[in-house]
């Protein structure tokens, strides 16, 4: 009898293509289907040529391929997509049988999902899988969620071919239903943060200090070996560094920035939960705006604002946005961790903020050696509230606090934009505020709506109503804290 494969994946796109070699590396023998049958054969005899495959040309025969419990992957386009497959393949499975998304799905669904599997008899696991093509062919960041019973049955599978930092795999089980796609959403919003501040920082450097591509190369590889030691940090010097007919080929490409909808949705998901996701909010904003290229031209030629000029000590200004280009990393990452605490109460789930920090450690887009202080952080005390409250980040706040001030200021009085680098000071601002002017705000609510207040002087949850103009009644409206 033939040998059954130990996993199966739909799917053979770019990223398929590479996890399913990287499964077949490490030993295990993986079926594979696409809904445009001709990628199996031209895979199995391309890439996956002499390798340990298991063509099939239709769910039947993809299913009918499969150990027991039968384990199948799709990689296929979030949304229509991925339910459809699911009920196409529902009909051959059997009790105990796992469905996995490794796609970009948005977490809602992937609750609804669980439950209308699990309903049939059979396990669902959402995970997220960071890292790109590279990521998927040598070792991802995979974040897996859905119904806890499947995840002894593809722990090996996953763990094998996920990342590894310090001999520790960059995958762990993170929760019941969404949770794993929810945590790949956050890690997504903080991408956004990380490349837009990155890009701030480049604004300035080539705007305002007058630097060409060479120089921001030599920059960014110098950051590069310090505090900011990075995927993002390192791609930024490569492409800093890549050059076209002997010109930085950074400079030829349009100032319109794509988007997938992962970061509106972590934007979205803090909007709903009442979490201050500023510097993400910022970075998809700012996405938004680039996207208005043409527009922006018509502007540029209508309104005006100060013409960047520096004096000063350059060496110090290049040292004063790296401050701000780590203190806003680091407000980034505690808007994101407070995100996840809320997600956490909101649905119930028991999250290990430590673990996903290690998850994100290597394999995925935002690796970096600062993660490993988001680890050690939670495990001295695993209820931290804001990661800002943890000793080495006040330390790192502390220190570069002046500097980051000085590059907001200085980006200010240009005219650089800075969306992002500023809401972080800002947020840290207010964080940082034993009283904000709030009470002026509930104080309009009160007079137009009659909203209600509280007061310093009364116990906390006792509401009261003022008749402000004298010409209104007594009634008070329903008091809601949003």
Not at 161 to 170: H, M
Not at 207 to 236: P, R
Not at 334 to 359: D, F, H, P, S, V
């Amino acid at each position: 009898m033939e040998k059954l494969a130990d996993i199966g994946l739909i799917g053979l796109a770019v990223m398929g293509e590479n996890l399913v070699l990287n499964m077949e590396r490490n030993g295990y023998t993986v079926a594979v289907y696409n809904r445009t049958v001709e990628k199996v054969d031209k895979f199995v005899q391309g890439r996956g040529k002499g390798k340990k495959f298991i063509p099939a040309h239709s769910i039947r025969e993809f299913v009918n391929a499969l150990q027991r419990p039968r384990k199948l992957m799709m990689l296929v386009k979030a949304g229509k997509a991925v339910d459809d497959f699911i009920d196409q393949l529902i009909p051959f499975l059997e009790p105990g049988d796992i469905i996995i998304d490794g796609g970009n799905s948005h977490f809602p669904d992937t609750i609804r999902r669980t439950k209308y599997v699990e309903s049939k008899g059979f396990l669902f696991i959402g995970t997220g899988v960071s890292g790109g093509e590279e990521g998927a062919l040598n070792g991802p960041s995979i974040m897996p969620g859905g119904s806890a019973k499947a995840w002894p049955h593809v722990k090996p599978i996953f763990q094998a071919i996920s990342a590894k930092v310090d001999g520790l795999p960059c995958c762990d089980w993170v929760g019941n239903d969404g949770a794993g796609h929810f945590v790949k959403m956050v890690h997504n919003g903080i991408e956004y943060g990380d490349m837009q501040l990155i890009c701030e920082a480049y604004q300035i450097m080539k705007s305002l200090l007058g630097m060409d591509a060479a120089e921001m190369h030599k920059v960014f590889e110098e950051w590069n070996k310090g505090d900011l030691d990075s995927y993002l940090i390192e791609i930024t010097r490569d492409i800093l560094g890549y050059t076209e007919n002997g010109e930085a080929l950074v400079e030829k490409i349009l100032d319109t920035a794509g988007q997938k909808g992962t970061g509106k949705w972590t934007a979205v998901s803090a909007l709903d939960m009442g979490i201050p996701l500023t510097l993400i909010g910022e970075s998809v904003f700012a996405r938004c705006l680039s996207a208005q290229k043409d527009e922006r031209v018509i502007a540029s030629k209508i309104l005006t604002g100060p013409k960047p000029a520096f004096s000063g000590d350059k060496k110090q200004m290049i040292e004063d946005i790296r401050q701000a280009l780590y203190a806003s990393k680091i407000i980034s990452y505690a808007q994101g961790y407070a995100l996840l605490r809320e997600a956490a109460k909101e649905y119930g789930w028991t999250l290990n903020y430590g673990e996903i920090a290690q998850m994100w450690r290597g394999g995925c887009i935002i690796r970096s050696a600062f993660l490993g202080k988001i680890t050690d952080a939670f495990k001295t005390n695993h209820d931290l509230i804001n990661l800002l409250l943890d000793p080495f980040f006040k330390g790192k706040i502390d220190a570069a606090q002046s500097g980051w001030r000085r590059t907001v200021s200085a980006a200010f009085n240009n005219g650089i934009p800075v969306p992002a680098f500023s809401s972080a000071l800002s947020y840290y601002d207010g964080y940082r505020s034993e009283r904000l002017p709030a009470n002026l705000l509930q104080a309009q609510r009160d007079y137009f709506g009659a909203h209600t207040y509280e007061r310093t002087d009364k116990p906390r949850g006792e509401f009261f109503h003022t008749n402000w103009t004298g010409r209104g009644g007594d009634t008070a409206s329903t008091t809601y804290s949003v």
